[in-house]
């Protein structure tokens, strides 16, 4: 059985930083990558940032330059690095893990992922 752990949350003012963290546990497989998605209440559930299983990166346009995951999917590197964050981007933060490429049209899909953790909440206060 895998497990998705998500670390970091907390709340921040607006232009403030955090880190998220997701921690695996279970059999995984090496070509298993990961990604990040947020919902805000009320709000469906959104992708943020992804490295697929071929190791392409995608952002959604709105955290370019200022989210950041790694460029590996090797253990000690899955996070999501948060600068500049806005009231509007409060909400939980998932990790998502699975075989996976990267749609033609460079959306991310939830349903693309097998595994989910249980979120992690981010608050950012104006």
């Known amino acids: 059985q895998v497990e998705l752990v998500e670390r970091g949350g907390g709340s921040v003012q607006a232009g403030g930083s955090l880190r998220l963290s997701c921690a695996v546990s279970?059999?995984?497989?090496?070509?298993?990558?990961f990604g990040w998605f947020r919902q805000a209440p009320g709000k469906e559930r959104e992708g943020v940032a992804a490295i697929d299983s071929a190791g392409r990166i995608n952002y959604a346009d709105s955290v370019k330059g200022r989210f950041t995951i790694p460029r590996d999917c090797a253990e000690n590197t899955r996070y999501l690095q948060l600068h500049s964050l806005q009231p509007e981007e409060t909400g939980m933060y998932y990790c998502?893990?699975?075989?996976?490429?990267?749609?033609?049209?460079?959306?991310?899909?939830?349903?693309?992922?097998?595994?989910w953790g249980q979120g992690t909440q981010v608050t950012v206060s104006s």
């Open positions: 279970g059999h995984i497989y090496s070509t298993y990558c």
């Open positions: 998502a893990a699975g075989w996976w490429l990267l749609r033609q049209d460079e959306t991310l899909n939830k349903a693309d992922f097998a595994f």
